[in-house]
Each structure stands twice: as structure tokens, then as C-alpha cells.
């Protein structure tokens, strides 16, 4: 069980939440409403069992702001990132219901709708990840997966190993950045993006992002640290 937050009309609700797995997804069910700041402490305080929460809630409500979660761990390297136990942990807390999608989902099925441009992944989707993007209309989903190949180097195996041809564009930092600008389209105010890579730039501040989280997992020997950032559209 979590404590979750949202906010309304520049007023904060909170909520006790659980995950559950159906059917192979993670899925959230409220478990208890605290209502607003001042109610949730008035409720928490009444009840030994709740008391964690109630100073995660005096926490994030005394300097007016919640601060960004910086985690650090070790596990081993997975070609499949959300096998990767920490990570796999942090969504499990951290999805909310509603629509999410995956543009680079391979065989992964936590989101609603997937895409992969591998043809043998079981996907809903084979297109090329921008494409897949720009298929959604505004504010249209509540979450979004976004897991693609690391650097240039990567995206060029990806694109060669399905004979598609590599061109400048798709080897610069604007294949990224097209990416971000979609995903800062498509979000509803309050929704959700995991990015994952090699660094912490995430969606971004300048695209309406709050940074929430950020997770970082190291390999050892010469692997790159692989990085997480939870970021949320502001409202």
C-alpha cells in the first residue's frame, strides 16, 4: 500500500492505494480517500497503522513543494529493463490506471497499448515509434512507457536489424526529441512518462514536466548505469 497524491485546482487530495496484477497488468484500487491535506493528516493521525504515511504527507506539505526522490542500487544488466527488479518495483508503485502506452515495448505488456517494430513482438502495434505517437490525440493518455534504444549506435542496429535504412536524421538527438515532443502532446494534465536511458534529462521542465522520481541502477564491470525518471505533466 502507497500514499497518492493528486491535485486539484492548486488544492492537494490524497488517497491510500494498492497494486494488483489482472490478467497480466499492474493495476492501482484505492483503498481508502483522505480527502484534502488537512483531513488526510486528521484521519492518519487517528490511526496507529497509517502513521508512515502521515509523515510522508508532513514531509511533502512542509516546504510547500515535494522534492525529487533520488534512488541508487545495483542489479544485474537485462536486455529487458523492466525485468530488472528495481525498476520493475518502481512501476509497480508508481502506474496509476487508465490509459498507458509503450512505443518500444517488446514483449512487455504492462501498458494498454503497445508497439514494437520488431513484427514477431507481441504488440498491438509494429510502426515506428514516432509514428505510433502521433497516432494519439492531445491530452489523450494517462501514462506513457519510454524505453528506446539508448544512443545512435543502438537505434541503427534497431533499424538495419528490420531493413529499414539509416539516415542522419535518425542518428542525431532530434530522433530523441521528436519522441518527447509527442510524448508532451499526448499526455493528460496529471499524466505520467518513465523514461529510461543512460542519462536524467526525461521529457523535460521546458515540455511542462515536474520531476518526481529518479532511479538509478548500476551494472558493474563496464556497463553504463541504466537511469529512470518519473515525471508528471503539470496541471
Known amino acids: 500500500m502507497f500514499l497518492k497524491k493528486r491535485t486539484a485546482r492548486g488544492n492537494q487530495y490524497w488517497s491510500l ?93 504492462l501498458a494498454t497499448i503497445t508497439n514494437d517494430l520488431n513484427p514477431e513482438m507481441p504488440t498491438d502495434f509494429h510502426m515506428d515509434a514516432l509514428e505510433f505517437l502521433k497516432m494519439f490525440q492531445d491530452a489523450s493518455v494517462d501514462g506513457v512507457l519510454y524505453d528506446p534504444p539508448y544512443s545512435p549506435r543502438q537505434v541503427s542496429e534497431c533499424y538495419k536489424g528490420h531493413g529499414i535504412e539509416v539516415t542522419k536524421e535518425t542518428t542525431q538527438s532530434s530522433w530523441w526529441r521528436k519522441h518527447k515532443d509527442e510524448i508532451a502532446r499526448i499526455l493528460k494534465p496529471g499524466g505520467m512518462v518513465f523514461c529510461f536511458g543512460w542519462n536524467s534529462q526525461g521529457v523535460g521542465k521546458k515540455r511542462g514536466m515536474d520531476l518526481k522520481r529518479v532511479m538509478i541502477v548500476a551494472h558493474g564491470a563496464h556497463h553504463n548505469d541504466t537511469i529512470c525518471t518519473v515525471e508528471i505533466k503539470a496541471i
Request: hydrophobic content about 30%.
Open 17 to 109: 492505494t494498492e497494486s494488483y496484477r489482472e490478467n497480466g497488468k499492474i493495476k492501482h484500487r484505492t483503498v481508502k480517500n483522505l480527502g484534502n491535506t488537512a483531513n488526510a493528516i486528521k484521519e492518519l493521525e487517528s490511526n496507529e497503522e497509517y502513521k508512515p504515511f502521515l509523515v510522508q504527507i508532513k514531509k511533502q506539505t512542509s516546504s510547500g513543494a515535494t522534492e525529487t526522490k533520488i534512488e541508487r542500487f545495483w542489479h544485474m544488466a537485462d536486455s529487458n529493463t523492466f525485468n530488472i527488479k528495481p525498476f520493475a518495483r518502481l512501476l509497480q508503485e508508481e502506474m496509476t490506471d487508465g490509459i498507458w502506452i509503450d512505443p518500444f515495448a517488446n514483449m512487455n505488456k
